[in-house]
């Protein structure tokens, strides 16, 4: 089969085009499928795995590519994971720990999701990447609660354009920073209440003006560094930062009175190394709260730009550049 391999740490560049023996075909018992990839998603860890910045989990794949969707074409389905009764010839769409730039990838069915209705390819290789990772760390982590409100650092990233498009789906009010007057607008297009220039503007102040002076709920931090300081002030009483990336750096220094006076929590979480079973329990609850959003059209993923497979080096320097609002998505 096709890949793309890291030949070694580094530029774009270093992801080179190569062959590997196709993957044998998952047996009874193992809980995976192999599934035909038609299209992979690009995501942040892809480029700091590149870089050497993340290493790959014991026993995962060291090929890049942490979505897929395509065609199941065999594996374990009688596995009493196989919540949705998927079939060989289905289309699926799924979260891996690594091996999504290739023709072939094997797959935990726990992690496996139908296509939305009337999805294509492209588009359902876009979600399950971040969709699971708002939804952890937005719902499950950061416990965003009916009549609560969200900021985003980053809203125009795949990340940031996912957690805007499912909690305005949900009935809440999305606070977005970005780094442009441009993706500012992006966002609000996409349902943002309000989307703050961090360059130009001082995000404490306009959350402050926007909430009446009662601060968000919730916060999901990916840049942390001298950002934490300052959401801690732009935080109501009895809010939570939940920090996915480091951006901004791992070092911050903050005022712990605050924390303690006004009952905050200040967490975080990565998901690649987390176990297949946390990971079911995400694709249940995205499959019962989210997934009919979809279906029914009220919720869809916005795509920046796609690539064949032999072009990620082109899509890495697209991701790295920032200049995009949505996913990138290789073709396969």
């Known amino acids: 089969m096709r890949v793309m391999e890291i030949r070694e740490y580094g530029a774009p560049e270093m992801l080179v085009k190569a062959e590997r023996p196709d993957p044998a075909v998952p047996s009874a018992g193992s809980g995976e499928v192999l599934i035909r990839v038609k299209a992979a998603g690009i995501n942040r860890p892809d480029v700091l795995q590149r870089k050497g910045h993340y290493p790959v989990p014991p026993g995962a ?22 919540t949705f009764g998927l079939k060989v010839g289905d289309k699926a769409c799924a979260l891996v720990q690594g091996g999504g730039y290739a023709d072939l990838c094997t797959a935990p069915i ?10 294509s390819d492209i588009e359902a290789a876009s979600l399950p990447e971040t969709f699971f990772t708002v939804w952890s ?3 499950q982590r950061g416990h965003l609660s009916k009549g609560e409100t969200l900021l985003v650092q980053g809203g125009s990233s795949g990340i940031g354009v996912t957690a805007i498009l ?6 809440h009010r ?131 730009k796609t690539f064949s497979l032999e072009q990620a080096a082109d ?9 995009h609002v949505g996913k990138i998505v290789l073709t396969v």
């Open 61 to 82: 794949s060291d090929i890049p590519g942490l979505e897929v969707a395509g065609e199941i074409i065999g594996g374990d389905l009688a596995h009493a994971d196989n």
């Open 110 to 119: 726990a992690q496996c999701l139908p296509y939305p209705k009337g999805f």
């Open 174 to 304: 999305v606070f977005v920073t970005a780094g442009s007057d441009e993706k500012c607008a992006a966002c609000t297009q996409l349902g943002a209440d309000l989307a703050i220039n961090y360059k130009t503007q001082d995000f404490v102040e306009e959350i402050k003006k926007a909430t009446n002076g009662k601060g968000v709920d919730v916060i999901l931090d990916m840049v942390t560094g001298t950002y934490l300081q300052r959401e801690i002030d732009c935080l109501a009483d009895d809010g939570r930062i939940v920090i996915i990336a480091i951006m901004g750096g791992s070092k911050a220094e903050v005022n712990t009175g605050q924390i303690l006076r006004r009952r905050l929590t200040i967490t975080g979480s990565t998901l690649r190394p987390r176990p297949v079973a946390f990971k079911h329990q995400i694709t249940k609850e995205l499959y019962q709260t989210v997934w009919p959003l979809l279906n029914a059209g009220q919720l869809k993923p916005v795509i920046y």
């Open 137 to 139: 760390n937005v719902f």
């Open 166 to 171: 499912i909690a305005k789906a949900l009935g």
């Open 315 to 323: 899509a890495h320097r697209l991701m790295e550049s920032s200049e």
